[in-house]
């Protein structure tokens, strides 16, 4: 079974960095061929995806966030990190660290739980 769980401070002020980590249990985020993915839920919104960093430890990022995001990893505590820079109050949202599978489609099989991250002075 896998298991997520993401961590990280739960408030940034305006114009820092957001920086989250994904700690995953159960799995090797070096599998082929999965893809460990940020993704977001604004107040009111809908989700988001913001990015992914793959088996083999390749990028992908939204390109609306693309300025702004850096994502990581660290393969021997098995985690993985987001960076989100110059951050405003619409950066406000529950983040999520989740697994996708891409074989036979695009399917997210597992989440963490989500983190409330607030941008505020």
């Known amino acids: 079974q896998v298991q997520l769980q993401e961590s990280g401070p739960g408030l940034v002020k305006p114009s820092q960095t957001l920086s989250l980590t994904c700690t995953v249990s159960g799995g090797s985020i070096t599998t082929s061929y999965y893809y460990w993915s940020w993704i977001r839920q604004p107040p009111g919104k809908g989700l988001e995806w913001m990015g992914a960093?793959?088996?083999?430890?390749?990028?992908y990022y939204s390109p609306s966030l693309k300025s702004r995001t850096s994502i990581s990893r660290d393969t021997f505590k098995n985690q993985f990190s987001l960076q989100l820079s110059s951050v405003t109050p619409e950066d406000t949202a529950v983040y999520y660290c989740?697994?996708?599978?891409?074989?036979?489609?695009?399917?997210?099989?597992?989440w963490g739980q989500g983190t409330q991250v607030t941008v505020s002075s």
């Open positions: 989740a697994r996708a599978g891409v074989v036979g489609g695009i399917v997210y099989d597992y």
């Open positions: 960093i793959a088996y083999e430890g390749s990028n």
